[in-house]
């Protein structure tokens, strides 16, 4: 088989981000991949298993200096030697308009989906995450990690979202906004590290004992900084939507606290700082669950509490 001629291939991002295309499976294919499967699909792109340990990552708007980048961090985080595997990149490829990488294939299975066929193992799935956390802060910030851009900006530096205003105007966002910056500011300062940002129960590989064998999906929000941020992200979004959300986030959060050492205020302002940066990240508009969800962390009791600012 050929690879698919010029012309064929949609942009990505112009169609759903969470389907695959008949042509990508032909492309990687002409060119000497002989069993091409769909594999995952998601916001930023569509991945292909393409047999002998690879996959390929067709990307929705990521330029190749942008993956480039992304590669040379990936590379930072292997030569660290972590206890579990993280992505690599071996080559970054143009292909029409839409940039493809071929990388690694990575082992084991979603936490989520594990955690699921063995209910009442939350506490593992638990453990897995602290591990992960962990690892993570053991690995130095380089050059190539402050260059990496976060969420949809052009450089590495975070912004906030201004439909925030209106969704939290009962609490009041420009105080929120300000007072989060005053008291981050007052934290004792740590040793940077490599910060994941989306430490979800997908984005964590397991074994059948619901080990940490693998991370994936770094991106979305990577970049340097304090790890405690990481940690307050993983404890808030582990069961983001599920009906023990805040047992499980409690819990994990006191946990943190009392095995890191980071304070729980601390973790819970680096919770406000997330939930102002990521909001619209997911939809512009403002009409998705993540955003529902951020606005509703601006308005928890224990945030208020650490804000110094009375419960609504």
């Known amino acids: 088989m050929t690879a698919a001629p010029l012309g064929l291939f949609r942009e990505l991002h112009e169609v759903n981000m969470q389907s695959h295309d008949r042509n990508w499976v032909e492309y990687f294919a002409g060119v000497g991949h002989q069993v091409v499967t769909p594999l995952a699909a998601g916001m930023e792109g569509a991945v292909y298993r393409l047999g002998g340990g690879l ?3 067709v990307w929705g708007r990521r330029g190749i200096a942008e993956l480039t980048s992304l590669q040379e961090f990936y590379d930072d985080i292997t030569a660290a030697r972590l206890p579990f ?38 506490l593992l799935a638990e453990d897995a995450v602290v591990e992960v956390l962990h690892a993570l802060a053991t690995v130095p910030a380089s050059a190539t990690m402050h ?59 397991v074994d059948d004992d619901l080990r940490p064998v693998a991370l994936l999906d770094f991106g979305f929000l990577s970049t340097v900084g304090d790890p405690a941020f990481d940690a307050s992200v993983a404890a808030g979004i582990l069961d983001m939507y599920g009906p023990a959300a805040r047992e499980v986030d409690d819990r994990l959060t006191a946990r943190i606290a009392r095995e890191f050492g980071y304070p729980v205020e601390l973790l819970l302002l680096y919770r406000v700082a997330y939930s102002i940066a990521t909001a619209n990240a997911y939809a512009l508009d403002g009409d998705d669950g993540h955003f529902a969800w951020c606005a509703q962390v601006l ?14």
């Open 147 to 205: 260059r990496l851009a976060v969420l949809d900006e052009q450089q590495p530096l975070w912004n906030g979202a201004d439909l925030l205003r209106a969704a939290v105007a009962p609490v009041g966002f420009e105080y929120v906004h300000g007072r989060l910056l005053e008291l981050v500011d007052r934290q004792t300062s740590r040793p940077l590290s490599v910060v994941h940002g989306d430490l979800c129960a997908e984005n964590i590989l």
């Open 55 to 57: 996959i390929g990552k």
């Open 85 to 122: 595997a993280t992505p690599q990149i071996l080559d970054v490829l143009k292909v029409e308009r839409t940039s493809v990488t071929i990388e690694r294939e990575l082992p084991g299975r979603p936490l989520k989906q594990a955690v699921s066929r063995r209910p009442g193992n939350q």
């Open 299 to 312: 308005q928890r009791d224990d945030i208020l509490e650490v804000l110094d600012m009375p419960a609504i």
